[in-house]
């Protein structure tokens, strides 16, 4: 499920040789219909869980050190099957990502709700600082008004992974540049894949 039934931007031939090899010996005579039923079991799990969990069960926290900025972004992923049912959980969310964010003393945290089956996201925003890197990350991202007319999520179309589509962005704004979040608690993690020598487009 890991590279969404082959469909995902992290999926590599190695996957796809795998997944064929683990067929014939497990002896599944429908993958399509395998997956779809792992994709269901996973959402179902997280209609159950607390907004709290929800924020802190995929969420990997990424250090900076620039000339214009220096703190720690927070970057927290919920992979589900029906993104509407966690959406409709928008304003628990924010108010537990805003929580979490002072808890931990980051810069900025952010929250994508990822539908892995249409194969598309939104970015829950909770304040200025969320709102300006993103703008400055994503560049073709729409800002969606909810039900209570304000902007606290970006529709980022079909970019879906963390490692390849949103810190590469996070981190290629931070580099051009970025500073509008004020210096935060230095959050070393186990997590920090992105390299600022790098060139991101």
């Known amino acids: 499920s ?10 590599t031939e190695w996957d796809r040789m795998m997944v064929a090899i683990l067929v014939e010996l497990a002896e599944v005579e429908d993958v399509q219909l395998l997956a779809s039923q792992q994709f269901k079991a996973k959402s179902s799990e997280l209609a159950g869980l607390s907004t709290d969990m929800l924020v802190n069960g995929d969420q990997k926290v ?16 919920i992979e589900t099957t029906d993104d509407a049912v966690i959406m409709n959980r928008a304003a628990e969310l924010l108010v537990s990502l805003a929580a979490d964010k002072e808890k931990k003393g980051l810069s900025v945290l952010f ?5 892995i089956v249409a194969l598309r996201s939104s970015l829950l925003l909770i304040g200025p600082d969320e709102h300006s890197l993103a703008q ?3 560049a073709n991202g729409k800002m969606v008004e909810d039900t209570f007319n304000t902007t606290s999520v970006m529709d980022l179309g079909s970019l879906v992974s963390r490692k390849l589509d949103f810190i590469p962005a996070v981190t290629s704004a931070i580099k051009k540049g970025w500073a509008s979040a004020p210096v935060g608690k230095i959050r070393f993690s186990k997590s920090d894949v992105f ?7």
């Open 111 to 115: 929250l994508a709700v990822v539908n």
């Open 195 to 201: 390299d600022l020598d790098k060139e991101y487009c």
């Open 2 to 11: 890991d590279t969404l039934n082959l469909q995902g931007p992290t999926t």
């Open 136 to 138: 400055a990350a994503f």
């Open 62 to 77: 990424f250090t900076f050190k620039t000339d214009s900025f220096e703190g720690s972004v927070g970057f927290a992923v």
